[in-house]
């Protein structure tokens, strides 16, 4: 699951936000290695999806 809401983020723990925010950056290598040997990534979406779930980790990092 790539996606995460802005709920779930503001009930997590800074552990848990630095644990998810790992899964997500090792998921985006894959997403981008698939890219780049391939073309084109199986779905676009989850590739926008995971993009913006990092964002809004560390958005949420940031301000806490």
């Not at 723990?13 to 890219?35: C, F, G, H, N, V």
Request: charged letters at 30%; aromatic letters at 2%; hydrophobic letters at 40%.
């Amino acid at each position: 699951m790539t996606h995460v809401s802005n709920r779930e983020i503001a009930s997590m723990s800074k552990e848990a936000l630095a644990d998810r925010l790992q899964e997500l950056q090792e998921e985006m290598l894959q997403l981008r290695a698939e890219q780049a040997l391939g073309g084109n990534p199986s779905s676009m979406g989850e590739f926008k999806a995971t993009r913006r779930s990092i964002a809004r980790i560390k958005t949420k990092m940031i301000s806490e």
